[in-house]
């Protein structure tokens, strides 16, 4: 995937998958793991990473290890009783996001938030999210994100990952015979 400067290879996507893959055969999870639903959500939310990233630095916005590392901490403190172990098994098993990259989700999180301020500052909660879906999307068609087609295709307008057509589903269109 790419987005302007950013290029994650299909290599490190795949390590997250299979991290993913591992960390959650570790749990006795009744159902199968779903490869296709992890690969995408992890593509979807690479690119969103990269798109915040670069409009945080359009906007001038920092956020520090120290900012990631705390909101990270408070989290587990507040949700998990200090276990960051179940945070991380939550964050796997709701979203798909293997442990490694927790502190780049957290990160995420935390651009969003300041971006969403910036850009729409006294905002209601629809405000921001409008906002910051207006920004992204401008930012995507601009950078032009694109995906690998055996992922889907990145839809700018919905800063989302559209999935890859089941040809399956559609019958071919057959001529008449005479």
């Known amino acids: 995937l790419t987005v302007g400067p950013t290029t994650v290879?299909?290599?490190?996507?795949d390590a997250m998958v299979t991290e993913l893959k591992d960390q959650l055969a570790l749990t006795n999870q009744q159902e199968p793991f779903d490869q296709g639903?992890?690969?995408a959500s992890n593509v979807d939310r690479l690119v969103r990473s990269a798109l915040l990233e670069q409009a945080a630095v359009r906007e001038g916005i920092?956020?520090?290890?120290g900012d990631v590392d705390s909101v990270i901490s408070t989290t587990a403190t507040?949700?998990?009783g200090g276990d960051m172990a179940a945070l991380e098994l939550q964050l796997a098993q709701d979203q798909n996001i293997p442990a490694s990259q927790v502190?780049?989700?957290?990160?995420?999180?935390?651009l969003q938030q300041k971006l969403g301020e910036k850009l729409a500052p006294g905002g209601s909660a629809e405000q921001v999210s409008a906002a910051l879906v207006q920004n992204l999307s401008a930012l995507s068609?601009?950078?032009?994100a694109e995906v690998s087609p055996r992922f889907g295709t990145w839809d700018a307008a919905s800063i989302s990952l559209t999935p890859?057509?089941?040809?399956?589903?559609?019958?071919?269109?057959?001529?008449p015979t005479e």
């Open 9 to 13: 290879s299909d290599a490190r996507l």
């Open 164 to 175: 890859v057509p089941d040809d399956l589903s559609v019958l071919p269109s057959i001529p």
């Open 62 to 65: 920092v956020v520090t290890q």
């Open 103 to 110: 502190p780049s989700f957290a990160r995420d999180f935390l």
């Open 141 to 144: 068609t601009e950078l032009g």
């Open 78 to 80: 507040n949700n998990f």
């Open 37 to 39: 639903a992890a690969t």
